[in-house]
């Protein structure tokens, strides 16, 4: 679905993992191209995954709280 929508920001919340792997995420967008972060799940609860397309999108900084996960981003193709 995300290379078939052309997504360049993809935001999952209430993952219920506490790691992801690789190739978790490769699974997710075969295509690549993306940069992730995440907060795990407490127990069976919660989790976030965050993932901006990064050659499109310069992530200038992550932001991580205990009940959410952001990022400061700039568009690679806008010259200004």
């Excluded at 799940?41 to 397309?53: D, P, S, T």
């Excluded at 310069?58 to 200004?80: D, H, M, P, Y």
Aim: hydrophobic share 40%; charged share 30%.
């Amino acid at each position: 679905m995300i290379t078939k929508e052309q997504l360049d920001i993809v935001g999952i919340k209430e993952t219920i993992e506490q790691e992801f792997t690789e190739k978790d995420l490769v699974c997710l967008n075969p295509g690549g191209g993306f940069v992730w972060d995440w907060i795990p799940a407490k127990g069976h609860f919660g989790g976030i995954l965050l993932g901006i397309k990064d050659d499109v999108l310069e992530i200038e900084s992550w932001e991580e709280g205990e009940f959410f996960l952001g990022a400061t981003i700039r568009n690679k193709l806008t010259n200004f």
